[in-house]
């Protein structure tokens, strides 16, 4: 008996569920003939696409449900063109309907977060956004999700996030691009001249303390905005992850996500979530070794910068990502618990 139940369940799994693309059956039930006229089928055309757009919420719903079987884009039968408006369509309706989900919650900050989302992805103003694992052959983009800091895009791959996580990393990626220390940095870092410069100073085989003020200015600098890119921008994009992760956990609004709880568990009193996670990334980030970081001077350069920011002689902050981030008030809840009653 038992095994013939879980056969049974075996069985309904490995079916596919097509539910998700009734809409685009409904439309193809409505395909014009050979003698239709041009205008009947460019109506149709366009009532096909609005079909896939009706399905990609149904696969949104299902996904965010964690019931989205991703073999059902290829045991369902689609045809080429469906597919193709899918691959237009799921992106799109992923996007928007992510930030319907975060628009629900009442926290001042993060409805700033979503209007500035909303002005900087319509009219002329292009957030990219690239969803990945809906059509499988899609392999260029590895890893889970990720911000391109070249193109300044954004992808996700849905087939690898799981549903209960899919908001906060939606909400992750999407701080990386409104992050302007972090285009700063890109600029700083790949600047031609600056980096001219500092092959200059390796070819001249000096120490970092026989440089002088200047040139030591120029490679902090130089490196400033490096980290600027990586271990500072997950730092400032995780700390306000956090921040949105535990206001929408509060509403109701996300459900607990294990791995977020592990990190917060090592806040130390009265530790903002910047703070938290610079300190949380800071052994998490090696330091790269390969090509100009071969060098000792550049090799030098980087530990000093990185211990410097460690006990705070080189202050970091959030930048432009300040406008979401609630400062913490326990240290002055408690410097006041502590005064003499009078
Ligand atoms: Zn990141």
């Not at 911000?147 to 906060?168: C, E, K, T, V, Y």
């Not at 996300?254 to 979530?273: F, Y």
């Not at 910047?274 to 990334?281: A, D, K, S, V």
């Amino acid at each position: 008996m038992i095994l013939a139940l879980s056969l049974l369940i075996t069985t309904v799994h490995a079916h596919a569920d097509c539910s998700a693309f009734r809409p685009i059956e409904e439309a193809l039930a409505c395909t014009p003939t050979a003698t239709s006229k041009t205008a009947e089928w460019s109506e149709f055309l366009q009532y096909r696409y609005e079909a896939a757009r009706r399905s990609s919420d149904e696969i949104y719903r299902t996904y965010r449900a964690g019931q989205w079987n991703p073999d059902n884009f290829s045991s369902c039968a689609l045809q080429q063109q469906d597919l193709d408006n899918l691959k237009i369509a799921i992106p799109v309706r992923f996007f928007e309907l992510s930030l319907a989900e975060l628009s629900r919650s009442r926290d001042p900050s993060i409805q700033a977060f979503v209007k500035e989302v909303t002005v900087r992805s319509t009219g002329n103003n292009i957030l990219p956004f690239r969803l990945v694992g809906h059509i499988r052959q899609d392999d260029s983009a590895q890893g889970l999700a990720g911000f391109h800091r070249g193109h300044q895009s954004i992808f996700m791959n849905f087939d690898q996030i799981p549903a209960r996580d899919w908001l906060i990393i939606y909400t992750h990626e999407l701080f990386h691009a409104l992050d302007s220390k972090l285009i700063e940095g890109m600029q700083a870092y790949g600047d031609p001249q600056v980096n001219e410069k500092i092959h200059d100073l390796i070819a001249s085989g000096k120490a970092l303390k026989e440089l002088s003020p200047d040139e030591r200015g120029v490679v902090k600098n130089w490196l400033i905005g490096g980290l600027n890119r990586g271990y500072l921008a997950e730092a400032r994009a995780w700390s306000l992850t956090l921040q949105f992760y535990t206001t929408l956990k509060k509403e109701k609004l996300q459900v607990v996500i294990p791995w977020l709880e592990d990190i917060l568990k090592e806040r130390r009193a009265g530790e903002s979530d910047f703070m938290l996670m610079l300190r949380y990334l800071d052994k998490r980030f090696i330091d790269p070794t390969e090509n100009i970081f071969a060098k000792p001077l550049i090799q030098e350069s980087l530990a000093k910068v990185r211990e410097r920011i460690r006990d705070g002689g080189i202050q970091v902050d959030l930048g432009s990502l300040r406008a979401y981030a609630v400062e913490r008030q326990e240290p002055l809840r408690a410097t006041l618990k502590n005064l003499p009653k009078r």
